[in-house]
């Protein structure tokens, strides 16, 4: 069942590579300038020597169609848990 929330698309070293949902623009940025995501991401980037953004500072922007697409492809398969924030890594859902 779908919610009212829509997706986006956080771009690291200028390709999409994290995808999630929120209820609008506010509440995305709100998650990305969250310390705790910041760690993660930078630690997920660290991990594969993948650069971040050159300001260090993270923007989320609406999902393109295919990136959607994708990101509700995850998200079908973890349906039945509501109460959880899921953020899907774009790169190993496209390598399929």
């Known amino acids: ?3 009212g929330k829509q997706i986006f698309v956080l771009d690291v070293a200028d390709e999409p590579t994290f995808a999630f949902e929120a209820d609008g623009e506010a509440t995305a940025e709100a998650l990305l300038q969250s310390p705790w ?8 980037c660290a991990k594969r020597d993948k650069a971040l953004n050159e300001n260090g500072r993270f923007f ?12 509700r492809t995850l998200a079908d398969e973890f349906a039945e848990v509501t109460d959880r924030l899921l953020i899907a890594h774009l790169t190993d859902l496209s390598s399929d």
């Open 1 to 3: 069942m779908r919610t």
């Open 60 to 71: 989320a922007r609406p999902a393109t169609e295919a990136e959607a697409s994708l990101y």
């Open 37 to 44: 995501f910041a760690l993660a991401v930078a630690d997920f």
